[in-house]
């Protein structure tokens, strides 16, 4: 076994984190392969805020067309996530820039169209809210209130007519992301809850709308993740199914 067949075998194990950031969790899993199921042939896709590069890693080792693109403001991040890329041997179909996703219109010319499809895991804590990290870097990706919106119009102006966005947020702020949507011109249209158990409510959802489309919104059945509650719970055989990755 070569080191990239041993690295793909491992993953998301051993991915490369620097100190002092966020590091990627069961979000950017489910969220790669909730992106990862659309039935588009289309498959040019760019990641907002990429991080180190777990989620759209991941969506290239599931999908093996199409060219993928990860944006990052951290540089130190973004660094990371190309070093991960090759890790896994992806660094002709994955690539990651360093920008601030409130200015990418000048980066445009640097992709050879618009993209297919955008994903994206937002911060969805507002500021005030729960814990705060004593790493800044860390609490920005955690708690955010001007970022919503910043990762919906990045979203728009880097998508084609009708292109595809897909992201992962709070269940009990759906209410803030459809507004934020609707102002980016986004057409909201399959909603996935996710829940830890059979009878708990929903703590994240996972999304999908199209850019300059109508609403026309499927509520689909929730994704359970636990299939029983205690000490140590196990992965519902559902979820093992729709994300193999966690059970590693």
């Not at 392969?33 to 990641?47: I, L, M, Q, R, Y």
């Not at 609490?139 to 292109?163: I, Q, Y």
Request: hydrophobic share 45%.
């Amino acid at each position: 076994m070569n080191q990239i067949t041993a690295a793909r075998e491992r993953f998301p194990r051993g991915l490369k984190q620097p100190a002092g950031g966020m590091h990627f969790g069961m979000d950017a899993l489910l969220l790669a392969a909730f992106t990862a199921s659309c039935g588009t042939k289309a498959f040019s896709v760019a990641e907002l805020g990429c991080g180190c590069g777990a989620a759209l890693l991941g969506l290239a080792l599931l999908r093996h067309e199409g060219k993928c693109c990860g944006l990052e403001r951290d540089e130190i991040l973004c660094a990371a996530a190309q070093d991960n890329a090759s890790l896994l041997g992806l660094e002709d179909r994955v690539s990651f820039l360093h920008c601030d996703l409130a200015d990418v219109a000048p980066h445009l010319d640097r992709f050879p169209a618009r993209f297919d499809m955008v994903m994206a895991n937002p911060p969805y804590g507002l500021s005030g809210q729960g814990r705060s990290s004593p790493l800044p870097r860390r609490e920005s990706a955690l708690r955010d209130t001007a970022a919503l919106p910043v990762f919906c119009k990045a979203a728009a102006t880097l998508l084609r007519h009708h292109g595809y966005f897909f992201c992962i947020f709070a269940a009990n702020a759906l209410p803030r992301l459809c507004a934020a949507l609707g102002e980016a011109a986004f057409g909201l249209r399959r909603v996935v809850p996710v829940r830890a158990y059979r009878a708990a409510p929903a703590l994240r959802v996972l999304v999908e709308a199209r850019y300059g489309a109508a609403h026309d919104v499927r509520l689909e059945a929730p994704l359970t993740l636990h299939s029983k509650i205690g000490a140590t719970p196990s992965w519902a055989p559902q979820a093992l199914r729709f994300c193999p990755w966690l059970a590693k």
